[in-house]
């Protein structure tokens, strides 16, 4: 197909090079990818909702233990984390619409914002880490709880934390790798108007990372703070 | 170019209203309401991840196919919570029988 220019199909529509054959059209080409980034968010969602469910149901049997660690639970960071990442799904979000006017200056600067919002993310996850670490709050490790009466089922607290927020960081540093592709692809000039769907598709992968943490924050930073 | 393209403006305004709702879940959780903390603070949680959905990921612009796909994704979350929770809540309801 080295054939760049614009090809009149059967139908009468023109189109780029951009359109592979076994498509009818550019938009349902697009249509196609699309629905395969949803259906493969979907099963994040239900690999994410089994952490969730764990979390609701264990709640549930030790309320007053999870209440207990809120105050471990280091609210100025978290709520910080929580603006970054938003932030961060503006930059993707305008980063998207840039590709599709082809605006390729725009989408690189969008796409390294995105990342470095997502840095301070991951950066100030680590500060937390350290200071759970610092504190004998890790179960397995150097795990020592002040309050005896809740020592023992505050560990599943603790182990729910490290678990989801260590499984949303892998996510994001994964993230953080797609990005860098688009931005290296940007560059080199692989994206157009025409053609944009890595940005697109990357760009619902971040959005959905950033819907884990909306819920993640509210569950394990903000629990129990009335007590 | 192709699709709908979203202003500038309609994406800070949803930012901004994310951010807002933030603060917002923030300061409600140092307020004693008992059992509806959680409540208020999974509502926010669940606009805030509409918002995201419907405007950030594009889905109020998608196919209606791409809307179905997603609704029938939360159906199954919800099938996952509703039976996990359906057994545990259920514990203890029948006495142990003698042959099983």
């Known amino acids: 197909m080295a054939d760049t220019t614009a090809e009149v199909l059967q139908h009468g529509q023109a189109h780029g090079p951009e359109l592979l054959h076994h498509f009818e059209t550019p938009e349902q080409q697009k249509e196609s990818a699309t629905l395969g980034m949803w259906t493969f968010l979907l099963t994040e969602i239900m690999f994410f909702g089994g952490l969730f469910i764990a979390y609701t149901v264990y709640r549930g049997m030790y309320y007053d233990a999870f209440a207990s660690t809120s105050k471990y639970m280091n609210l100025v960071l978290g709520g910080i984390n929580t603006a970054v990442l938003i932030g961060s799904s503006l930059t993707m979000a305008l980063a998207v619409r840039a590709g599709q006017l082809g605006l390729r200056k725009a989408v690189i600067w969008l796409l390294i914002a995105t990342m470095l919002l997502g840095a301070v993310f991951l950066g100030i996850k680590g500060v937390e880490y350290h200071e759970k670490w610092v504190e004998h709050l890790v179960p397995g490790f150097n795990w020592h709880y002040e309050d005896a009466r809740y020592a023992h089922y505050a560990q599943i607290l603790l182990f729910l934390y490290f678990v989801m927020t260590g499984m949303h960081a892998i996510h994001m540093i994964v993230g953080e790798g797609l990005l860098l592709y688009l931005v290296i692809g940007s560059v080199r000039g692989r994206f157009t108007g025409l053609w944009y769907t890595p940005i697109d598709m990357i760009g619902l992968y971040w959005h959905f990372v950033d819907i884990v943490w909306i819920f993640l924050f509210p569950l394990l930073y903000l629990i129990g703070h009335t007590h | ?100």
Do not use: C
């Not at chain 2, 994406?11 to 140092?30: G, M, Q």
């Not at chain 2, 059992?35 to 999974?42: G, R, S, Y």
């Not at chain 2, 926010?44 to 594009?58: C, G, N, R, Y």
């Open chain 2, 1 to 100: 170019m192709e699709g709908h393209v979203t202003p500038v403006k309609t994406y800070v305004a949803i930012w901004a209203t994310l951010t807002v709702l933030t603060a917002v879940t923030a300061a409600v959780s140092l307020l004693e309401l008992g059992p509806w903390n959680i409540v208020v603070a999974l509502a926010i949680a669940f606009t805030k991840a509409t918002l995201v959905v419907m405007f950030f990921m594009h889905l109020k612009w998608s196919n209606p196919l791409t809307k179905l796909f997603f609704v029938a994704g939360l159906l199954w979350l919800i099938i996952l919570f509703a039976l996990t929770l359906a057994d545990y809540q259920s514990r203890g309801w029948l006495p142990r029988g003698k042959w099983w």
